[in-house]
């Protein structure tokens, strides 16, 4: 079995949605021995944007061999993806949304015909054999009861996003309010990795 471990935040070792990523992968692993992991750092080694070039290329048009190199990564990230049985996501809100370099990588991966297609007008997400776990952390709350749920675009984004490819359920585990203050920063930490022990194995 396959595992794809994915982090996206800026602040390396201070990051709380790096800590639970790694501590989900470490449950993970304790609990089914022969998994198999794959890491990506998408701050250490960030895929380019999408632009016009990538999407002529998408569209028939030849490459440009400046773009071959970016073309080549973005094929690899998607394999990677579609090779997985497993996908552990760390995503810190950042201006209310995701990272830049997540959003970059989701761009590699929804792909017509590979991870998502269309059909009588409507769409048929293909990879819903993939089991998602997505470490959020947020500095205040978000939830439906709250002044700035309609602020919320990080969490509800993913799950969109990866309920159109058809992981319908994606598994979530929070750290919210880390920037209140440092007390109610340990406290969400110590929630989230609580709740990382009671993750089901692959």
Same mark, same amino acid.
């Given at each position: 079995?396959?595992?794809?471990?994915? *982090?996206?935040?800026? !602040?390396?070792?201070?990051?709380? =949605?790096?800590?639970? =990523?790694?501590?989900?992968?470490?449950?993970?692993?304790? +609990?089914?021995?022969?998994? %198999?992991?794959? /890491?990506? #750092?998408?701050? #250490?080694?960030?895929?380019?944007?999408?632009?016009? @070039?990538?999407? +002529?290329?998408? $569209?028939?048009?030849?490459?440009?061999?400046?773009? $071959?190199?970016?073309?080549?990564?973005?094929?690899?990230?998607?394999?990677?993806?579609?090779?997985? *049985?497993?996908?552990? &996501?760390?995503?810190?809100?950042?201006?209310?949304?995701?990272?830049?370099?997540?959003?970059?990588?989701?761009?590699?991966? !929804?792909?017509?015909?590979?991870?998502?297609?269309?059909?009588?007008? +409507?769409? $048929?997400? !293909?990879?819903?054999?993939?089991?998602?776990?997505?470490? &959020?952390?947020?500095?205040?709350? /978000?939830?439906? *009861?709250?002044?700035?749920?309609?602020? %919320?675009?990080?969490e509800s984004y993913l799950r969109?996003?990866?309920?159109?490819?058809?992981?319908?359920?994606?598994?979530? &585990? @929070? @750290?919210?309010?880390?920037?209140?203050?440092?007390?109610?920063?340990?406290?969400?930490?110590?929630?989230?990795? +609580?709740?990382?022990?009671?993750?089901?194995a692959a």
């Open positions: 079995m396959k595992l794809l471990h994915i *982090d996206s935040s800026v !602040l390396g070792p201070h990051s709380v =949605s790096r800590q639970v =990523s790694a501590a989900i992968v470490a449950r993970l692993r304790e +609990a089914s021995p022969g998994l %198999e992991v794959t /890491y990506r #750092d998408l701050d #250490d080694s960030p895929l380019a944007h999408l632009s016009g @070039a990538h999407l +002529a290329v998408a $569209q028939g048009a030849p490459a440009a061999p400046e773009l $071959q190199d970016d073309l080549a990564a973005g094929q690899h990230v998607l394999e990677e993806f579609l090779a997985a *049985d497993i996908v552990v &996501i760390g995503a810190p809100m950042y201006n209310f949304t995701i990272p830049t370099q997540l959003k970059a990588w989701i761009d590699r991966i !929804l792909v017509a015909r590979k991870t998502f297609s269309y059909s009588g007008g +409507a769409v $048929q997400g !293909l990879a819903g054999g993939k089991r998602v776990i997505i470490a &959020i952390s947020r500095g205040g709350f /978000y939830g439906p *009861d709250t002044p700035m749920a309609v602020g %919320e675009h990080l969109f996003v990866f309920g159109f490819i058809g992981i319908t359920a994606p598994e979530i &585990i @929070a @750290a919210d309010g880390i920037k209140f203050s440092p007390e109610h920063r340990e406290k969400a930490i110590a929630s989230a990795l +609580a709740a990382v022990t009671t993750l089901q």
